[in-house]
């Protein structure tokens, strides 16, 4: 069964987006709290990820520089503010100037599993104007295809080398 995405309008300063993943909690979370990983899926379609710094506990820094054909060189990065295992993580999230937006905002991921797959919960605020809200829909679910593409490889057991 194909992986279904929903993106949801709440305020205009918010942005929702659930994701379906083909593979277990155990290996989604890890996806997210291991560089080794989140290197290999992290960005756009079309962007690779030239470098990834993270520190995975409540109050770490992360910081992400990725790049694309038609791009330069973008930088963001943030803190996780908490976490809980396996079910919950928040982190705060701004470009670098000339990057994008580089007003500060919040996301928060939940996961839940059922019969061996994963729901992705994205939620992220709050942004200064609805077209910058919209201009970010795009890019996450280009992010979420790369990551249900690396954690439908994970749960084969097969480790796959960083996508664009």
Not at 105 to 126: C, K, L, S, Y
Not at 153 to 161: E, I, T, W, Y
């Amino acid at each position: 069964m194909a992986a279904r995405t929903d993106a949801l309008k709440l305020r205009d300063d918010e942005l929702f987006i659930s994701r379906s993943f083909d593979a277990p909690l155990s290996i989604v979370w890890r996806m997210w709290q291991e560089p080794e990983h989140m290197i290999r899926w992290w960005g756009p379609e079309g962007f690779t990820v030239t470098d990834l710094a993270s520190d995975f506990r409540p109050g770490g820094a992360w910081r992400v520089g990725m790049t694309s054909a038609m791009f330069p060189k973008s930088w963001s990065s943030g803190n996780y503010l908490e976490i809980e295992p396996h079910r919950r993580i928040v982190l705060s999230f701004a470009w670098d100037e000339g990057a994008g937006d580089t007003v500060p905002t919040t996301i928060t991921v939940q996961f839940e599993e059922r019969a061996g797959r994963t729901t992705q919960h994205f939620h992220q605020t709050p942004f200064t104007s609805v077209a910058s809200r919209d201009s970010h829909v795009g890019g996450w679910n280009s992010l979420f295809n790369k990551q249900e593409k690396y954690a439908a490889a994970l749960a084969k057991g097969v480790q796959l080398p960083q996508l664009t």
